[in-house]
Structure formats: C-alpha cells, structure tokens
C-alpha cells in the first residue's frame, strides 16, 4: 500500500476532505501550496507554477502524486486572460513536476491521479458518453483535453495513470449545491434553460472514495467518467432539492437567453449536457455509497 501521497490543490473542497481521510488510514500527506500550511499533519512545500518553482523535496519518498490544482473555472469573466490562467494553472502546474521527477531519477513516484472533467464532452444533448466518446469543441472542452495531455506526458516516465472526469460534485458546505439549493431555500428555483439538460453528479463521499481507490488498486489506469450511475437532468435535480427542503417551485424556468446575456459563454456551464456514463469504473470495482440523487440529497440535506 501507498504510505505518502503528495496532492497538488490540497487546500480545496476535494483536496481537503481527502488529505483528511488519508490521516486517517495511516497515510503520510505532502501538499504543494503557494503558501506554507497549517495543518501540522500535512507537510506543506511551496511552489510557484507562475515561477516555474518548486520545493524538489516535495516528491521525497512519496509513492503517488494526486493532481488537484487548477484555478476556479466558476470565478471570474472568462476574458482572454483568465482563460489562460485556468488552463496554465492545470497544465503548467503538472508540467512543473513532471520537470522536478525527470531531475531526479532515482524519485520513487509510481503513479498520478488527475482531475478532469465531463465538461471534456462538450454539450452532447441525450448521447451517452463513455471515456471513449470524443471530446467537445467549447472552451471547458478545451480545458479538459489540454489537462489530460499534459498529464500523459507521465506515460514516457513509465507512470501508471488514472484521469478522472468529474461531475458536478455534492457537498452540503461547498461547490455548487449551497449554490444551487440557495434559490430554492427562499422560494425562487426554477430550471434553467430547457431542464432537460444532463447533469452528471457525484456525492462527496463517493469522490473521496473514488479517489482512494485509485491509490491502492495499482490496475487501475486510464480514464474515468467520476459521476454517480443514475444521472439526472436540471429540472431533475432542481425537483429533487426543492422536495429534499420542503419548498415549492413555482417559477417558470430561467430562459437560455437570460444566462446568455448575464454570463456570456460562461452559461454553458449550466446549459451544456453531458449523460456520463458511470459503467467503466462500476466494472472497475469501485462500489458507488450513494448511486442515487434521492438517497445523496437525503443524506446532504439530514441531519450531520
């Protein structure tokens, strides 16, 4: 079993909540932070991608590199600039280690996990995508490709490999269900477009889980959609929290051309449609805790 795991992005929402369950198993945790850390358990190394910097004592003794980073797609305009901030922040960041691990030969890393995303698909309508299905042509699209092939530069290093496409992850305290739930707490949700988009979702838990089990199933290798089996559309998924919170709906759905004008090409993040499918990872082994929205709400929105 892997004993130190270094995680890039380790201060987020995932990177947390995993660095957590690590401790717990007995792991040994490294971050690499902008910044020195806090957390006494955790050795934190700072690095600067912007730089082209790097604490080489990041990678010491470490077995598995878990790559977390990347700037918030969901902050900010997506001007020229900021584009290329979210990008450069995925790739350069992986590039930057993968220049430290070619330095140092005798390194002992075996294996990287990813992140990616389904938004790698494009918006796809009602086809059902499987790691084999081709990618989108948008700008999320682009992101997630550029991601991954700058990940697979690791295959020359003989790495083992594992890229996780992943949903819209739900957690009660962060990412977007606070966000989505919101509305529907004061008595204004609606769907938003037509609704029938898909939304490829994944509890909290089950990303965590999903995760751990790529570092200590050393067979598993390639790409993965990480969503829950049952997806759902919005008007779905908007249904099932206001009836999870006890609220009505009564809005009319929020048309398309409104978040076109508020958000700009930034919209397809809620109007595009990808029905991932979760069959290859389900083959793989991994045992889902929450495979349906009813039973994750249920246990997001109970009591703690």
Same mark, same amino acid.
């Given at each position: ?19 957590? @369950?690590? +401790? ?21 190394? @700072? ?8 604490? *080489? ?15 918030? @797609? ?11 901030? #979210? #990008? *450069? &922040? ?6 930057? #280690? =993968? ?13 990287? !996990?990813?992140? &990616? ?40 290093? %003989? ?8 949903? @819209? ?5 962060? %990412?977007?269900? $606070?966000?989505?739930?919101? $509305? ?17 979702? !994944? ?11 790529? !570092? ?7 790409? =993965? ?23 009505? +709906?009564?809005?009319?759905?929020? $048309? ?16 595009? &449609? ?10 793989? %082994? ?7 929205? !009813? ?10």
């Amino acid at each position: 079993m892997s004993k130190r795991i270094l995680i890039t992005g380790g201060k987020g929402l995932i990177g947390r909540k995993l660095t957590d @369950v690590l +401790l717990s198993r007995g792991y040994q945790v490294n971050h690499l932070s902008r910044e020195p850390g806090t957390n006494a358990e955790v050795n934190t190394f @700072v690095w600067d991608v912007h730089k082209g910097q790097i604490d *080489e004592h990041c990678i010491n003794g470490v077995d598995t590199v878990v790559h977390l980073a990347g700037a918030n @797609v969901s902050e900010g305009r997506w001007t020229d600039e900021r584009k290329k901030e #979210i #990008i *450069e &922040s995925r790739t350069k960041s992986i590039g930057l #280690i =993968y220049k430290l691990l070619k330095s140092k030969p005798q390194h002992t890393i075996k294996t990287v !996990i990813s992140a &990616s995303g389904t938004g790698f698909y494009g918006d796809r309508a009602d086809t059902l995508l499987t790691e084999n299905s081709a990618p989108g042509t948008d700008f999320l699209a682009n992101v997630c490709l550029q991601w991954e092939h700058a990940v697979e530069v690791g295959e020359s290093l %003989g790495l083992r490999l594992v890229k996780f496409r992943m949903g @819209v992850v739900l957690d009660a305290k962060g %990412g977007a269900l $606070p966000i989505l739930a919101k $509305p529907v707490r004061f008595g204004f949700g609606a769907p938003v477009g037509n609704g029938r988009q898909w939304m490829p979702w !994944i509890h909290i838990d089950d990303v965590i889980a999903m995760y751990l089990y790529a !570092i200590e199933n050393e067979d598993l290798a390639g790409n =993965y959609n990480m969503v829950a089996p049952y997806p759902v559309t919005n008007q779905q998924l908007t249904v099932a929290i206001a009836k999870e919170l006890h609220r009505p +709906l009564w809005l009319p759905k929020v $048309p398309a051309f409104a978040l076109h004008l508020a958000l700009g090409e930034k919209s397809n993040m809620v109007l595009g &449609s990808q029905k991932a499918s979760a069959q290859k990872i389900d083959e793989a %082994g991994f045992k889902f805790k929450y495979p349906t929205l !009813i039973w994750a709400l249920k246990k997001l929105f109970g009591p703690s």
